[in-house]
């Protein structure tokens, strides 16, 4: 995932879900993006790409565990584990 320190970004990022066998599901994701300093730097070269899979865990209709892998942009492996914000 897009990370750092920043006051300007430009970015987009996708998620796709889905539920398979009672309360285990898969997830997928694509993120592209670039983070400036200044807003006056960001334009759309060398835009940093990130994709990553993995399960989720399902009550009712709300998803309440996470753990997937981010890969891409040359930033190696990123293992997540945990419960989703605003849940």
């Known amino acids: 995932r897009l ?4 006051s ?3 970015c987009s990022s996708d998620l796709y879900e889905r539920r398979l ?3 285990f599901g898969v997830l997928a994701f694509y993120d592209i993006g670039k983070v400036a300093n200044r807003a006056g730097d960001l334009d759309f070269t060398r835009l940093r790409h990130s994709y990553g899979f993995g ?3 399902w ?3 709300k998803v ?3 753990a997937y ?3 891409g942009s040359g930033e190696g492996v990123h293992p997540y ?3 989703p914000i605003g849940l």
């Open 69 to 71: 892998v981010g890969l």
């Open 55 to 57: 399960g989720n865990v």
């Open 64 to 66: 309440v565990f996470r």
């Open 59 to 61: 009550l009712g209709s």
């Open 8 to 10: 300007s970004d430009v």
């Open 21 to 23: 066998w009672k309360i």
């Open 3 to 6: 990370q750092g320190d920043w």
């Open 81 to 83: 584990f945990g419960i």
